[in-house]
């Protein structure tokens, strides 16, 4: 079984500053590994995805993660902070030799300080 | 443009009472997955279906109940039996293993 750690429920950094929110997973295969954003009062949103190939991984909105096997990590960063960036963070994995079905780990909440 | 339909936004219910949440896809996909989110405690699972005529229950499916008659629509029920039903209740549905989860905007449930 798989299961995903999100150290930290509040994180907060001044605009411009450096985003990093941290996450750990568990599992017996390689997995998929997933970050999500949620804004208040909405479904979430899919920032980027590690799906084996490139241990870099590029999203949207500036955001970025690095697999490291080594770690079992899967960290959130982004250079610069900007006030929209505010919202709710969740990491979750899957079993790439499963069904689809992802956990997801208790959720990062960031605050941009102005 | 394609993407899941959650109905309604906001649904208040009086105790004792059943209510069906509403969740519509119009994406293909075959998996469809309803979460249950209370602050501080991430996204939990209530039941999923991968393919139509056959679901299982998650982690949390005790109050609740699913059918799935047709390929885009994935209901759930809240019944007077759930205890504690106030939440945030979020649909998703997935295509294939790797491609990660699509969601609805959600529906806030409040009891009163």
């Known amino acids: 079984a798989q299961s995903v750690t999100q150290l930290g429920s509040h994180v907060s950094v001044s605009e411009g500053a450096l985003v990093l929110l941290r996450c750990n997973y568990s599992?017996?295969?390689?997995?998929?590994l997933f970050w999500y954003v949620q804004y208040p009062n909405q479904g979430l949103q899919l920032l980027l995805k590690y799906t084996s190939a490139a241990t870099l991984v590029k999203g949207i909105n500036g955001f970025e993660a690095e697999f490291k096997k080594s770690e079992t990590s899967f960290h959130l960063t982004k250079p610069s902070a900007h006030m929209s960036d505010a919202a709710e963070y969740f990491c979750?994995?899957?079993?790439?030799?499963?069904?689809?079905?992802?956990?997801f780990g208790t959720g990062t909440r960031l605050t941009i300080i102005p | 443009d394609g993407g899941i339909t959650q109905s309604p936004k906001y649904l208040f219910r009086k105790e004792g009472q059943n209510v069906t949440l509403s969740c519509e896809q119009n994406?293909?996909?075959?998996?469809m997955y309803w979460y249950r989110q209370d602050p501080g405690q991430g996204l939990r699972l209530i039941y999923y279906?991968?393919?139509?005529?056959?679901?299982q229950k998650g982690d949390i499916a005790e109050g609740y109940s699913v059918s799935r008659e047709k390929k885009e629509s994935f209901p759930l029920t809240v019944t007077s039996a759930q205890k504690n039903p106030t939440a945030f209740y979020l649909c998703?549905?997935?295509?294939?293993?790797?491609?990660?989860?699509?969601f609805g905007s959600g529906t806030r449930l409040t009891v009163v």
């Open positions: 599992s017996s295969v390689p997995p998929y």
């Open positions: 979750a994995v899957s079993d790439p030799f499963g069904n689809e079905k992802l956990t």
């Open positions: 998703a549905s997935s295509s294939r293993v790797g491609n990660g989860y699509t």
């Open positions: 279906s991968q393919i139509v005529n056959d679901f």
């Open positions: 994406l293909n996909h075959d998996a």
